[in-house]
């Protein structure tokens, strides 16, 4: 069965200071793992996706993360926060056979303080 | 990528009613998702609403309480029948473009409150 873990419900940080969102996963075979990013009053927009390849993977609005399969972590990254940054983050995960339904982690709430 | 609506983008129900979301694409797509995301939680899949045969339901979710309709592709419907309070959440529809495994895309939510 996949799960997904976000062991961080709420993430403070400086504007300016590098900035990291925690996710941890567990999934049968290989995974195809995702980052959604919340604005308020809005709804989930895609920020990016590790399928294979580099285990460094970019994405939106300058975000990145690392897929690490030794420790089953998938965690966002941004070298320098912004205050809109500010945001509900959540990481998802789905295995490489069945349907495309994903598992969303539980959200990191991410405030950027100016 | 896909463009999503959802009507209503909110309501606020009585007890024992029922309300119907519709969930429209801007092209044609395979698979449509419906999930619930209860306030402050995650998002929890109801069902894969596949077109032209039955809904496929996740764990806890029947269709007596949360039947869809897929009449083609662009579109769906998911009723939230006999509400209670317990009801009160947003519910959005996905889509998967099948362009990528697994990428999909969501639909503004509908926030409902039922009383």
């Known amino acids: 069965a996949q799960s997904v873990a976000q062991p961080e419900d709420q993430v403070n940080v400086a504007e300016g200071n590098p900035l990291t969102v925690k996710c941890t996963y567990s999934v049968s075979g290989n995974p195809y793992l995702f980052w959604y990013v919340q604005y308020p009053n809005r709804g989930l927009q895609f920020l990016l996706k590790?399928?294979?390849?580099?285990?460094l993977v970019k994405g939106s609005y300058g975000f990145e993360a690392e897929f690490n399969k030794s420790q089953t972590s998938f965690h966002l990254k941004k070298p320098s926060a912004l205050v809109s940054d500010s945001a509900l983050y959540f990481c998802?995960?789905?295995?490489?056979?069945?349907?495309?339904?994903?598992?969303f982690g539980t959200g990191t709430r991410l405030t950027v303080i100016p | 990528s896909a463009v999503i609506s959802q009507k209503p983008s909110r309501d606020i129900c009585q007890r024992g009613t029922s309300l119907t979301i519709q969930c429209q694409v801007d092209s044609q797509v395979t698979m449509m998702f419906w999930y619930r995301q209860q306030p402050g939680q995650s998002l929890t899949l109801i069902a894969t609403?596949?077109?032209?045969?039955?809904?496929?339901?996740e764990s806890g979710f029947v269709i007596d309480k949360f039947p869809i309709s897929r009449p083609n592709l662009t579109f769906s419907t998911l009723t939230v029948s006999n509400m209670s309070p317990e009801d009160s959440s947003i519910y959005l529809c996905?889509?998967?473009?099948?362009?990528?495994?697994?990428?999909?895309?969501f639909g503004p939510g509908t926030r409902l409150t039922v009383l």
């Open positions: 998802a995960v789905r295995d490489w056979t069945g349907a495309n339904n994903l598992f």
């Open positions: 609403a596949n077109q032209g045969s039955e809904a496929t339901y």
């Open positions: 590790y399928i294979t390849g580099d285990n």
């Open positions: 996905s889509v998967g473009t099948g362009g990528s495994p697994g990428e999909q895309f």
